[in-house]
């Protein structure tokens, strides 16, 4: 029986990688399965629950790992996760996804493309000061990267941005598939070697001993080309060559085969890490990005819930959990340093943060993924847990009501809220859960009982905020069959000033958005607006998110395409008063939108920026 990441053929064609290369290579022998010991790991399924151990992390050296069955996670979810349309983050709220990410205890986040606009050089530059020089009891500190294309102009950015980091990283990249140096560059074999050569070379001249290199679309590249550039750049000085499937074209054993024949046959492999990038344009990212780990692979690149552009990227979820639960029966003990219990947190955050929800039945961290409604599972479940779950959701950060019996209502106090917090996954402190708490006492007085989707509902609405420039005073509207649609809207701006204004419009919401408008005065284009209920019932809390785009400034450069475009920011609110959450999520995209351009934390830095909008 053949596995999903191998095919009958699917083995290293041997030819100049060096015998050290290969003897640190311990799942070479997954590339071809003897099918009586591939039933007997089957046999074994029962056994399996998924722990919340982790393997030992050696110390970081840029071009080799102590330990072969060890990889790197390198998390882009602030770079290629911010690229899905309508993710657009404040520093803030990167700062804050950076933070999250160091407690996961990643080994590379990848900040940003600071080349794209001088707010993504600056909102770098911070996480580099502020994240990239914290230092664990554990000597733990991530590596922080920046993405630029192979000029100067983009590698001097990322510099710029990094270097203030313990480790910092300028990651690079050139197409080599030939319809991309045909259409896209209009370079030759001969040039797109030359300036990947050369801009690396010019990457480590700055001062930087951790460059990383990847042939964009190498899945569609020709292999002799491949290995011919790949060299090249070794030679160069880069540490990490990084094989992109950038289109999603490939499937598990093509994408394993693909990294088997690099390190088979790249003149000095055995001096670099061999990394992977996969998207998800046919649900493959996660399968693809085990199968390059399977054929020698030691550093995976993914994202929080899967995020980025199209159908997004390999899962840092799926991937990380994959390895904590087969990795020691079936990839030959590949492990890697994440602190699993932080998933559910880091999930929320960038959910809310980018208004990119996650599908009910996501694997992991879905809100399906650990209930159980039919019947014959239910009973299964009641008798022993392993029948139904081979995750333990507590590893992860998610605890069940039912298993502590805490039920929340007028009468209960802070403690009582923030120990259900814990439970749902919100480790929230300070200034947080008092306004959290003073939101949840007001919905209690007027509702029945208090749901953990209600919770949910109020952590998104006070938590996960952008910074305030307006803030919402009062909205009165009068609507119906009588005459027009009619609010007034009072904001508070952020000297305490108040200011009001009247307008119609079509409905409720269509008239108190005007009214904002003529406050706020920036021009915004409303490019979608959903209201869902979070519970049923006449009282149901209602969650609102809008997705707006700035006319005026908000621009950025696509890395891949050099293209200029409009960012869209995403707003969310929750009430039970919906025209109320509708005008509260308007305000807060506009918020974020204001913020995105002038961030005070910021103001400090803005003198060292080289790369402007």
Not at 496 to 523: F, M, W
Request: with cysteine.
């Amino acid at each position: 029986m053949a596995s999903i990441f191998t095919s009958p053929n699917f083995s290293p064609t041997p030819t100049t990688t060096t015998s050290q290369f290969k003897s640190s290579n311990p799942i070479r022998s997954l590339f071809h399965f003897k099918p009586s010991i591939h039933r007997q790991k089957f046999a074994s399924f029962g056994a399996v629950i998924c722990s919340s151990s982790s393997g030992g992390r050696p110390e970081y050296i840029p071009s080799r790992i102590s330990d072969p069955s060890y990889v790197r996670i390198f998390d882009t979810t602030l770079r290629d996760g911010e690229q899905s349309p309508g993710a657009t983050m404040t520093s803030k709220e990167k700062l804050d996804v950076a933070r999250q990410l160091a407690k996961l205890r990643v080994d590379i986040i990848e900040a940003g493309f600071p080349a794209a606009s001088k707010d993504d050089l600056e909102a770098v530059k911070m996480i580099a000061q502020e994240v990239g020089n914290v230092v664990d009891d554990t000597g733990y500190v991530p590596v922080i990267c920046g993405l630029a294309r192979c000029n100067k102009n983009d590698i001097d950015a990322s510099w710029e941005a990094v270097k203030n980091a313990k480790l910092p990283r300028i990651h690079t990249f050139i197409a080599t598939s030939e319809i991309h140096m045909k259409y896209k560059l209009k370079k030759t074999k001969e040039e797109v070697i030359e300036t990947a050569r050369s801009m690396v070379k010019y990457a480590r001249s700055l001062g930087c001993n951790d460059v990383e290199f990847s042939p964009e679309d190498a899945g569609r590249s020709e292999r002799e080309f491949l290995y011919q550039i790949l060299g090249e750049v070794i030679k160069a000085g880069a540490t990490t060559l990084n094989i992109p499937d950038t289109v999603g074209i490939t499937v598990p054993h093509e994408f394993g085969q693909l990294i088997a024949d690099i390190i088979s046959n790249t003149p000095g492999i055995e001096n670099v890490i061999i990394s992977t990038h996969c998207q998800n344009d046919l649900g493959l990212s996660t399968a693809n990005t085990l199968a390059g780990a399977c054929a020698g692979a030691r550093q995976l690149e993914v994202t929080v819930n899967g995020i980025g552009e199209r159908a997004g990227n390999a899962s840092l979820e799926e991937v990380v959990m994959t390895l904590k639960c087969r990795g020691q029966e079936v990839l030959k003990g590949l492990h890697t340093g994440i602190n699993i219990k932080h998933i559910v947190m880091a999930s929320k955050m960038v959910e809310e943060y980018t208004g990119l929800h996650v599908q009910p039945h996501k694997a992991i961290v879905g809100e399906n993924a650990f209930a159980h409604e039919s019947g014959i599972h239910q009973d299964g479940m009641l008798k022993h847990k392993q029948t139904y779950e081979i995750i333990s959701p507590e590893d992860i950060g998610l605890y069940r009501s039912n298993e502590f019996g805490i039920v929340l209502g007028k009468l209960s106090g802070r403690h009582a809220l923030k120990a259900r917090l814990l439970e749902l996954g919100f480790d929230i402190d300070g200034k947080e859960v008092d306004d959290l708490f003073w939101r949840f006492k007001a919905v209690a007085e007027k509702k029945k009982s208090i749901t953990d989707d209600d919770i949910i509902a109020l952590v998104s609405d006070v938590v996960f905020q952008p910074q305030v420039v307006w803030k919402l005073g009062d909205v009165q509207v009068t609507c119906g069959t009588l005459g027009l649609s009619t609010a007034t809207v009072r904001l508070i701006d952020a000297d305490g000033q108040e200011h009001v204004e009247c307008s119609t419009g079509t409905g409720p919401v269509d008239s108190a958005y005007r009214a904002v408008n003529l406050i706020v005065k920036a021009p915004v284009t409303l490019l979608d607006y959903s209201l869902n209920a979070v519970t049923e019932g006449i009282d149901a809390i209602a969650t609102t998110r809008v997705l707006i785009r700035g006319e005026n400034n908000h621009t950025s450069t696509n890395a891949s395409t050099g293209e200029t475009f409009h960012r869209t920011f995403s707003g969310t609110a929750a009430g039970m008063d919906i025209v109320v959450a509708s005008v509260r999520a308007y305000i807060n995209a506009l918020n974020k939108m204001l913020g995105f351009k002038n961030q005070p934390a910021l103001k400090k830095h803005a003198g060292n920026s080289q790369v402007s909008a």
